[in-house]
């Protein structure tokens, strides 16, 4: 079912790119989760583009198929420094990290 997926290394030795893979849509099957791991085992870093209507729910169940997720580390500043959930620089679920330089309103 995951013939379809398309690896493109990034580099001589680290990195690939996963084309034809769309995380907005259903959850993915495990025959794909898993050559989605292994492919990230084979390259330890993958880069999966056009992702952009990815909710931060869909994105946390993705990562729960590549091992045990953690809080991100930088929630606790932004949380101190008085950047709530909805501010776009902490998202309501703890092991998601929300990385911009945009703020919810697209500022910077």
Known sequence: MCDHL???PLSASFGA????????????????QSRVFSIWNDY????IRNQF?????TLFRFSKGLGDPK???SRGYYL????PHGSGRSSPIPEVS???NLDASGKP
């Open 71 to 73: 809080p991100a580390g």
């Open 6 to 8: 398309e690896v493109v």
């Open 44 to 47: 330890s870093v993958i880069l």
């Open 53 to 57: 209507n990815l909710s931060e729910e």
């Open 80 to 83: 101190r420094e008085g950047n």
């Open 98 to 100: 929300v990385m911009s």
């Open 17 to 32: 790119e996963i084309r034809g893979l769309n995380l907005t849509t259903t959850p993915l099957p495990p025959e794909c």
